[in-house]
């Protein structure tokens, strides 16, 4: 079967679409992606051994409402080469979308020729491309409840699916004695683990440089904390780690092999992106998530809130990180493993990392049912 999908922008579209990429190819399934080679995309797909195939579309930015028109022509452009390819090479069996503008061309030209798509939403607020292409959609996948409302259809209520979002394999095969082993962390030691992810890691960064000294007082206790690209050297100036400080807090710009390093860490402190939080989940690993305040929709408070209420995380707000509340959510879960165990417990139950295998059932589904 020809499966065709288009991601692009962030990892946080493209690394749920590699994992049911992977899911599928397991299956026997030809695999193929639409995106753009100059961005993200572009680096990853062929690192995870899939083909991308070159869609020049460009998204527009509504506070200049005259950007529609270039993009709306380069959309048909888009449209017209993949028809050219389509003929050529054979059109794909389904289709499915992640939710980049870059979906636009190929979900709309298999509306137009009766292809089948999906469309796979990773946040609680759904994001415009997948609103535009959710109607004609076949299943719309979604990665939290609190996404279901805007897809519904009257009538059919098997049109909306909650299949989680799809984390890669290479994360969830995270292994705590090699993670720890890398990173040169005792067996015994409670690890915090801190990432900002790609967007907003300076309040991060800076309310862990205040609480440096109550951190490093507390014996058995290790940071790894990832400061993003942007903000490593504001943070190494503001933590001023001294030679034996530095063998308990591994201050790094980024971390390239999640997966072990998540399942090394006893707690997590991070933003709230889809992805991050999935990543979380799939392993277990209890949490303060603290949503980044600009994101669009403030769909991080939204994605979070759902983890809180299942008992996998706590949240706090980004500018409560310097509160006794935050201090007191932060402590509770490095001092009490109790408080870690039910965490534990309840990330677990959410099964996160079966989520590829059920978006993989449903897109496999929606093609044989033509």
């Not at 390819?85 to 059109?91: Q, T, W």
């Not at 609103?131 to 519904?152: G, L, N």
């Not at 933590?239 to 390093?261: C, F, K």
């Not at 995380?313 to 408080?339: H, N, Q, T, Y």
Request: glycine share 10%; proline share 4%.
């Amino acid at each position: 079967m020809r499966i065709a999908i288009a991601a692009g922008g962030t990892a946080g579209h493209i690394n749920p679409a590699l994992a049911l990429a992977e899911e599928l190819r397991d299956r026997g399934h030809e695999v193929t992606f639409f995106g753009r080679p100059s961005k993200l995309e572009g680096t990853l797909v062929p690192q995870a051994g899939f083909s991308l195939v070159d869609v020049e579309v460009t998204g527009f930015d509504r506070s200049r409402p005259w950007t529609a028109l270039s993009s709306l022509y380069r959309v048909w452009s888009a449209k017209r080469d993949l028809a050219r390819r389509f003929k050529k090479e054979g059109a794909p069996d389904v289709a499915i979308g992640f939710g980049a503008y870059v979906e636009v061309p190929l979900l709309g030209w298999c509306k137009e020729n009766h292809v089948p798509y999906l469309v796979h939403e990773q946040n609680s607020v759904p994001g415009l491309a997948n609103k535009m292409m959710a109607t004609a959609a076949s299943k719309v996948c979604i990665s939290v409840p609190a996404a279901r409302d805007v897809f519904e259809r009257e009538g059919d209520l098997d049109h909306v699916v909650l299949t989680g979002n799809p984390v890669r394999r290479s994360v969830i095969a995270g292994d705590r004695d090699r993670g720890r082993a890398a990173l040169g962390v005792p067996a015994d030691a409670t690890l915090l683990l801190v990432f900002g992810g790609s967007l907003g890691a300076r309040t991060l960064n800076e309310g862990m440089a205040a609480l440096k000294g109550r951190l490093l007082s507390i014996e058995g206790l290790r940071v790894v904390q990832s400061t993003g690209k942007g903000g490593f050297e504001e943070a190494v100036a503001a933590l001023s780690l001294t030679d034996g400080e530095a063998a308990r807090w591994d201050l790094r710009p980024y971390i390239d092999n999640m997966g072990d390093v998540l399942a090394a860490a006893d707690l997590v402190l991070s933003r709230a992106g889809a992805s991050s939080i999935a990543e979380i989940a799939a392993l277990g690993v209890p949490s303060v998530l603290v949503p980044y305040p600009f994101a669009t929709a403030d769909h991080q408070t939204t994605n979070a809130r759902a983890w809180v209420e299942s008992g996998a995380a706590f949240m706090m707000p980004d500018d409560e990180l310097g509160s006794d509340e935050f201090k007191a959510k932060l402590f509770a879960l490095i001092d009490d493993a109790s408080v870690r165990e039910g965490m534990v417990a309840a990330a677990r139950a959410q099964k996160t990392g079966e989520a590829a295998a059920a978006l993989a059932d449903v897109v496999v589904g929606v093609a044989t049912a033509r």
